[in-house]
Every structure is written in C-alpha cells, then in structure tokens.
T-cell receptor, first 112, second 113 residues
Framework: SQKIEQNSEALNIQEGKTATLTCNYTNYSPAYLQWYRQDPGRGPVFLLLIRENEKEKRKERLKVTFDTTLKQSLFHITASQPADSATYLCAQPQYNNNDMRFGAGTRLTVKP | ETGVTQTPRHLVMGMTNKKSLKCEQHLGHNAMYWYKQSAKKPLELMFVYSLEERVENNSVPSRFSPECPNSSHLFLHLHTLQPEDSALYLC????????????FGQGTRLTVV
C-alpha cells in the first residue's frame, strides 16, 4: 500500500530562517497533496493543496512544491517566526479518493 | 474555530462502559470522517461517510460503532474498549470525499482505564 514518509520527526531552526519540511511517498503518484498544521491538543488545520500538474504553490510565507519524478513534496516557511512552531502534516488520497492518508508529521520549533 | 465541533473534549471511561463521541458541522459539507491519533503515530482513518452513507470502514474493531443520522452530525459509539484504544479521536468534514480540504474538530482525548 502507499506509504507517506515525513523523514524528520523534529526540526529546530532559528527565527528568520527558512524551514524546509519533506514529504516522500512510494508507489503511485497522487492527484494532489495537502499540507496541514497541528498545534498540541488541537485538530489539524488545512494550509495548502497542490495538484500533480502544479510544480509550486504559494500562500503568504508558505511555499509547497510537488515533484512527481522524485515522489516528493517540499514545504517551505520563509522568514520563520516562533509562532510557526507546530507539527506539520502532509496528506494524500488513496487511489479510491475516499481515504486521505497522513504522514506522521514533522514537529517544527522556531527559536527566537 | 473550524466550524466542526466535537464533544466531549476529554473522556475517561472504564473498559466495561458505553459512551458516545459527538461531532457536529454546519458548513454544509457532504462528507464526514473519524480519525484516531495515537502518540507518535500518523492519523489513522477509521470511517468515512458521504451523504450520510458509510463509504469506508478501515478494518476498525466492532467495539467502535459509527452513526450518521444526518449530514450535520456524526457519532462514534464506544463499548468494551481496551486501554490501547486511548487516543485523540478527531472528526473532520469536507465538501466531498475527494480533492477538497478537510476541516477538523478539536478532538476528544479518550482515556480507557
């Protein structure tokens, strides 16, 4: 079955730097990928969706890329702030489109 | 607020108890989901409802029983749970089951003793 791997359990960076989080998948390429933010004790919040025919998507300080050759999506936060500290999840649909599978997440800490 | 409300926020229950988790959305969405989130594990999809019909059951034990009486409400009935069922249970909704963003509730932190 499809596997989604977020290869860093935790990432620590300094305020003002760019955070880059990775999401890799195996087997087939999904029609789209989603990224969510989750704060402790709360449900995930949707951030961005990128489709297979889009190489890049931006929203304010966020940028997502989708490389179907590498089977990888990168999530960037530029000019990072301590308020960006959270767990970031990538998600993609299974072949039947009913089943959204999530990666384990990367816990980002931005230090002042 | 995401527009998806879950109650209760916290629940402690014994292994012989019966309890229910409630989820409510007034976003006009047609799809609703139950997810389980255990420590250091990915979100696990449990059930998917589309237009009040269950379209997916991901091999969830029968001690978890979902109910979707209408498009705005989703329940998860619990009985004879095990301590390993302790987790954060998240409800989500989306416009349809494919290609649209999911809106999550705050979750119910369940502890089985």
């Amino acid at each position: 079955s499809q596997k989604i791997e977020q290869n860093s359990e935790a990432l620590n960076i300094q305020e003002g730097k760019t955070a880059t989080l990775t999401c890799n998948y195996t087997n087939y390429s999904p029609a789209y990928l989603q990224w969510y933010r989750q704060d402790p004790g709360r449900g995930p919040v949707f951030l961005l969706l990128i489709r297979e025919n889009e190489k890049e998507k931006r929203k304010e300080r966020l940028k997502v890329t989708f490389d179907t050759t590498l089977k990888q999506s990168l999530f960037h936060i530029t000019a990072s702030q301590p308020a960006d500290s959270a767990t970031y999840l990538c998600a993609q649909p299974q072949y039947n489109n009913n089943d959204m599978r999530f990666g384990a997440g990367t816990r980002l800490t931005v230090k002042p | 607020e995401t527009g998806v409300t879950q109650t209760p926020r916290h629940l402690v229950m014994g292994m012989t108890n019966k309890k229910s988790l409630k989820c409510e959305q007034h976003l006009g969405h047609n799809a609703m989901y139950w997810y389980k989130q255990s420590a250091k594990k990915p979100l696990e999809l449990m059930f998917v409802y589309s237009l009040e019909e269950r379209v997916e059951n991901n091999s969830v034990p029968s001690r978890f029983s979902p109910e979707c009486p209408n498009s705005s409400h989703l329940f998860l009935h619990l009985h004879t749970l095990q301590p390993e069922d302790s987790a954060l249970y998240l409800c989500a909704s989306s416009q349809t089951t494919g290609g649209t963003e999911a809106f999550f509730g705050q979750g119910t932190r369940l502890t089985v003793v």
